[in-house]
């Protein structure tokens, strides 16, 4: 079976601090994908990042970066001089890669809060 | 490109009564789901359909949940008769050509009380 942990239920930090979300994850599939999706307060699951299993290169992307690490099955995500505006809850997601629309296994999510 | 379309936004019911939610995926998407989000917790699949055809409706409680994508294209989702702990947020996604994304609606919030 598939799981998703997210072990941080609350982050608060200050302004133009960094800041790193813990996503830990269980599959026994080889092949399969995992996601970041951020829910601002609207309400609406943004988009963030797709990973496959086989590509285990870093990722940046702006304030935004990723580091996903098969021997300890995490795929954490770090935000670099946190503003305001990325208050919201974030959530990492699992699926299988058989197909192309396998559904979305995701943690509970962890709320951030940055503080001005 | 028009997102995800969902309808109501918000809906508060009493218990043991119906209640129907809508959602216009993106066009062109051949996969919907629908997601149960309770409050506190990430979301939770329902009912997955590709075109008109069920995929996996196994976490889908059918003693009280009913969903249906007729035509291919639109969906409603129903709860028939509503429990308290049916309180949560229902999204809607749908996934096109660019595999392995999911677009999400702004979903539904639901309170049965």
């Known amino acids: 079976a598939q799981k998703v942990t997210q072990a941080q239920t609350e982050i608060s930090v200050v302004e133009k601090e960094d800041v790193t979300l813990d996503c830990v994850y269980e599959?026994?599939?080889?092949?399969?994908?995992l996601f970041w999706y951020k829910q601002p307060p609207s309400g609406e699951l943004v988009f963030l990042i797709r990973?496959?299993?086989?590509?285990?290169q870093n990722e940046i992307s702006g304030r935004y970066s990723w580091n996903f690490q098969k021997s300890t099955s995490s795929f954490n995500f770090t935000i670099t001089a946190s503003q305001v505006v990325d208050s919201a809850v974030y959530f990492c997601?699992?699926?299988?890669?058989?197909?192309?629309?396998?559904?979305?296994?995701f943690g509970k999510g962890t709320r951030l809060s940055v503080i001005a | 490109e028009a997102g995800v379309a969902q309808s109501p936004r918000y809906k508060i019911i009493e218990k043991r009564q119906s209640v129907a939610f809508w959602c216009n995926p993106i066009?062109?998407?051949?996969?919907l789901y629908w997601y149960q989000q309770i409050l506190g917790q990430g979301p939770k699949l329902l009912i997955q359909?590709?075109?008109?055809?069920?995929?996996?409706d196994s976490q889908l409680p059918k003693d009280r949940f009913s969903a249906e994508r007729l035509k291919g294209v639109d969906s409603t989702l129903k709860i028939q008769p509503a429990k308290l702990e049916d309180s949560a947020v229902y999204l809607c996604?749908?996934?096109?050509?660019?595999?392995?994304?999911?677009?999400f609606g702004p979903g539904t919030r639901l309170t049965v009380t």
């Open positions: 359909f590709q075109n008109n055809g069920v995929v996996d």
């Open positions: 599959t026994r599939d080889t092949t399969y994908y």
């Open positions: 997601a699992l699926s299988e890669a058989y197909s192309g629309n396998t559904p979305l296994v």
């Open positions: 066009s062109g998407h051949a996969t």
């Open positions: 990973r496959n299993s086989f590509d285990e």
């Open positions: 996604a749908s996934t096109g050509q660019v595999l392995y994304e999911q677009y």
